[in-house]
């Protein structure tokens, strides 16, 4: 069976977040599933340079105003179609934002046409290629199922919601340059609350619809986390399922990991704290057994960490120390680098997106703390349970559906992976880790915490199976 991925993202080859990880992995999971899936994605200057054995697979000579090719080739590993065009894709940064830290102004001609390009590749139309599912990850993918559905033709859809908070959406003046027929500025196309929504046309015309947890895929039917799209979802309800993410084994594996100071797995757990004393060293923390936590995160307001933020004076106080590595909103990172600043040798931040001092902070942390409002599905507490970093999360989203909450009974069942709180909130927050020190303090049961995450099966091979059935469904 052949699949057509399309996101705006692709591990290793361009990442901001989540989205990039799983596209990334999800080609390779499938692969033992009888699905060959090849994933389409823009020709960011990183892509161009990643890419190998590339030959023109299509050349447009206008495509959103200007000559465009769409290559075939692969990619560190990965099968790939890029859309090489320069006038949208080759763009230093940040895919989605300028170096003013604004969205790009024409973010909907560039993906529109990445759209265009998607259902055009899979219904056979540029050549010798011919998708039996296509696959489309988020917003910037999405306008393929509308093209599909008023053009005609094609394969079957799938729509993956990573985030709803993100539909792309754009003033009603922006349906013109879609080149889409005036019936789909309608409730089941593109419109949504009288401007064009990428992600609302997806939602509205995709054959399946996926989202990352079965959580999130019950939350966004109601009017607290659907952001306006819960309506259409409810009506669509039957064609909607939540599949959650898995992770890359072989990316993240403490036992081969080069970005470790030492390698460990739960047979020597003990070899772990090696990487604690690295990362004392890293972040400027004092030395000592005692906690430290760890947070890898976009740092806004989806992850709650404005809330984390005016706790550390509090935190501190308890005698935790704190490793932060994340970038975002301008008043969260000044409230951590000022709390830094407050408490030089118990607060360590490091304000950029670095990968490798990532999987040091899952290497070497105690815990791993994500306490976001919402959650569509989260990866980094699936990475602190496969490196013992214990996840002290939110119950929302993927976060409720991937880790079990140390309370007497999961403790005494000997379930317990991690901390759970609820509703995301200072004070709840505030026990979640009085709690968390509690459980550390008993040296033994904590032991056993992190040994039971890192047995715990976060692999694809169970999603990367609903997945392929899902396909399988559809043809
Ligand atoms: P989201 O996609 O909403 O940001 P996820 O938990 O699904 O949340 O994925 C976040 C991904 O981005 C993880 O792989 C995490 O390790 C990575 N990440 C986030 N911030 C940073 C950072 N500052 N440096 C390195 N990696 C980061
Ligand atoms: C989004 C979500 C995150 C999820 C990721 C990958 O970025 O915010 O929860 O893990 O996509 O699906």
Known sequence: MQVLSVASEVYPLIKTGGLADVAGALPGALAKHGVTMRTLLPGYPAVMAALENAVPFHRYEK????????????AKGLEVFVLDAPHLFNRPG???????????PDNAQRFAALSQVAAAL?????????ADVLHLHDWQAALAAVYLRYQGGGPKTVMTVHNIAFNGQ??????????????AFAIDGVEFYGNVSFLKGGLACANAITTVSPTYANEICTADYGM??????????AVLSG?????????????????????????????RDANKRAIEQRFGLEPGDGIIHGVVSRLTWQKGLDIFASLLDWLVGTGARLALVGTGEPNIEAAVMAAAARHKGRIGVVTKYDEALSHLVQGGCDTMLVPSRFEPCGLTQLYGLRYGCVPVVARTGGLADTIIDANDAAISAGVATGIQFSPVEGASLQNALS?????????????????????????????????????????
């Open 170 to 183: 754009f003033p009603p003046a922006y349906f013109g340059i879609l080149d889409l027929p005036p019936q």
């Open 243 to 271: 599949i959650v993410n898995g992770i890359d084994t072989d990316v993240w594996n403490p036992e081969t990991d080069s970005d470790l100071k030492a390698h460990y797995s739960v047979r020597n757990l003990a070899a």
């Open 63 to 74: 495509l959103m105003g200007h000559a465009a090719t769409v290559l075939a080739g692969t």
């Open 435 to 475: 709690r968390t020190a509690g459980l550390f303090a008993n040296k033994p049961a904590w032991m056993n915490m992190q040994l039971r995450g890192m047995g715990t099966d976060v692999s694809w091979d169970r999603s990367a199976a609903a997945y392929a059935s899902l396909y399988k469904g559809l043809i």
């Open 122 to 130: 899979a219904r056979g139309d540029l050549g010798a290629y011919k």
């Open 228 to 237: 306006g799209m819960q309506g259409l979802l409810q009506a669509r309800k």
């Open 94 to 104: 940040n895919p989605y934002l300028g170096p003013d830290g604004k969205d790009w």
